[in-house]
């Protein structure tokens, strides 16, 4: 099976793909929080595509103790998906 691809098409691909590493070394040697509050990533991504995202369970939520805990979002989740809505807009 081959699959034609162009050179722009490829550039941006290859790009999302090396800054997504990028953002999970930075994640995994500490410079960088894995999750995010609810409201940090409503600012970062909109409240309306998180929401949306995680009303699709395309995103999962998590909360780390009963009542009044903040709600924590994984950054990596966020970040594919995000990016995922950027690329379906070129292919």
Known sequence: ???EISSFHLELLLQHASEM???C?????GKVKPYLKKSEAFRI???ANVELWIERGLITPRKD?????AWRIDRM???A???AKI????L
């Open 25 to 29: 070394a930075l994640t995994k040697v």
């Open 45 to 47: 991504y909109g409240r």
């Open 1 to 3: 099976m081959n699959i």
């Open 21 to 23: 590493g990028a953002l």
């Open 81 to 83: 998906i995000c990016r």
């Open 77 to 79: 989740e966020l970040e």
């Open 65 to 69: 103790g009963s009542d009044s805990a």
């Open 87 to 90: 690329l379906l807009r070129y």
